[in-house]
């Protein structure tokens, strides 16, 4: 018989930040498609930030590219939502869209880094 492997149980911290990172990559995806945004649904900037933040629930180098993605949305759309946001009722619900999805952006980068959880990808990284 084979003995079962004893695997690392996941950090809540690292839990709630698998949960921030797609949820902010989805509202920077409902900002691109409201205002028309770069690429189109099925192949922008955030819907790859979506697959890479998915991606992190199992590997550490996806964590590292989805704050990546999801930085560079922030720098992208944060200065035309600050600027802009108070036009017309059209782009305030973009705005919206951004400020929200950068405030789940930091909190998901903070609770990502977490002491916690880099220990759990490092054990998840060794060879069983």
Known sequence: MTERVQRPRRPTVLIAALVLLPLAS???????????????????????????SLLAIRFGW????????????????LPGAIRFGNNSAYTQQAAIY???GTAL?????????QPTSSEYYKLRAQPK
Do not use: E, K, Q
């Open 105 to 113: 952006f930091i909190a998901g980068a903070v609770l990502a880094y």
């Open 26 to 52: 989805m509202l920077f995806g409902m900002a691109a498609t409201h205002l028309g945004g770069p690429g189109n649904p099925d192949s922008s900037p955030p819907v790859i930030a979506f697959i890479f």
């Open 62 to 77: 996806a964590r590292a590219t989805s704050l990546a993605f999801l930085a560079l949305l922030v720098i992208l759309w």
């Open 98 to 100: 951004v400020f929200a």
